[in-house]
């Protein structure tokens, strides 16, 4: 493809969107909302494509404003528009809308809370190819009691994944805690970890949140950590980046000596936000008892002032991530060299 033409292509869909295509519509406001083709996300233009496909009865931008009213993106939270969109979206064809009404019925928003409904609704979803409604039936049964039932749907929604036809990480993450939990299947943590595992791989949220944790508590072979730790930190999981550190450190003979291996790590976990990360660089860069080779006093202010403005903005949360006596951190900054 020429480099002209490549440039061209996020105006055509625009060009097109803009000429009244309904389907690019669509498709530029899922690239807009999405940030493809190095632009910037923007929800607000990408909803406004969508209403106006919608409001020409496309079934696919319908969805996308019950979404979006459900959620709030739209710039507005209406769990009424939410319904009609969605019926309006079934009624035409469109197998999500199914899927969302399953979880009007299931947090009875609009509607009376209906478990039975609810479950209705994810298998006319199913039926028309939406998988992944095959992983809220088990959340449904899971609420049921019915855990065994449960993993049944979620172990049927990871082979849809795995076969291509599912790109949430969700139905990895509901085995995995299964797995580590030991209900509604055998308890298995090195399951445990490789469901997490896949589940960020796929961006996941609360499958980044628990797999770096979950390798650091419940595996025992230091070097298998540290092989899923490293996998983990790829798929920007949670703590990741401080639990090898740790790791590194705990081979040390003389554990007041260091590791520039493991400060590199404490180093990747700074710029990813990891509060732990930061307080174990600033020992490094700044406490008298590390050799001097790793000190650095601009380095230790400057992770120092993120440290703190994180504080600031949430001094609660960073405290219970850290559990860091401030007065030390403040005496290393002062004080150290």
Known sequence: ????LSGMLPALPDMLAEGGSLMAMVYWGDDVYNGRYHQRPNKEQAYRWWRVAADRHHPEAQYYMAFGYRSGECGATDPLLAMMYAKESEEGGFPRAHRLQGFLYRRGEVVEKDLDKAVACYRKAVDMGDYLSLNYIGDVEW????????????????????????????????????????????????????????????????????????????LEDPEEKFALLEEASRYNCRRAEFYLGKLLEAKLEDKSAGSAEALKWYELGVDKGDVDCMRYAMEYYSAVAQPAAFRDREKALAVMRLFFSLWDANSQDVEEKSGFNFSIAYYYQLYAF
């Open 1 to 4: 493809m020429s480099g002209e």
């Open 143 to 218: 609420f049921r009691g019915n855990k065994d039932t449960a993993v049944s749907f979620y172990r049927q929604a990871v082979e849809h994944a795995e076969a291509g036809r599912i790109k949430s990480g969700a139905p990895f993450y509901n085995l995995g805690f299964s797995y580590r939990k030991g209900e509604g299947s055998e308890q298995d943590s090195r399951k445990a970890c490789e469901m997490y595992l896949k589940g960020a791989s796929r961006n996941h949220p609360n499958s980044q949140k628990w797999a770096a944790l979950t390798i650091q508590q419940d």
